[in-house]
């Protein structure tokens, strides 16, 4: 079974950069779909950005030209740059993998978060 560590969030001011990253002990890293999540008390958990084993990646209109989500394959590792962060971004971001079993399903693990706090 997979399991997620984030790591990298915190208080910033508006403006600045935070990045995330997150690590999988799982064997199954390298062949799934990842992505960033995030979450405000409230409020429904939304897609920030999605990468795919192979690379290809998609962002949520409201981070699109501001943060650049990356994999490592090797260190089972994958990344969130934040740029020119706006108080709106605070929220808890999770760590998403996703395990295809089979066409168009698929199990979800998910990381514990990491909180982001963007204010001045």
């Known amino acids: 079974q997979e399991h997620l560590v984030e790591s990298g969030g915190g208080l910033v001011q508006p403006g600045g950069s935070l990045r995330l990253s997150c690590t999988d002990s799982?064997?199954?890293?390298?062949?799934?779909?990842m992505g960033w999540y995030r979450q405000v008390r409230g409020k429904e958990r939304e897609v920030v950005a999605r990468i795919t084993s192979g690379g290809s990646t998609n962002y949520a209109d409201s981070v699109k030209g501001r943060f650049t989500i990356s994999r490592d394959n090797a260190k089972s590792t994958v990344h969130l740059q934040m740029n020119s962060l706006k108080p709106e971004d605070t929220a808890v971001y999770y760590c998403?993998?996703?395990?295809?079993?089979?066409?168009?399903?698929?199990?979800?693990?998910w990381g514990q978060g990491t909180p982001v706090t963007v204010s001045s």
């Open positions: 799982g064997r199954i890293f390298r062949i799934n779909d």
């Open positions: 998403n993998l996703r395990s295809s079993t089979g066409w168009s399903r698929y199990d979800d693990y």
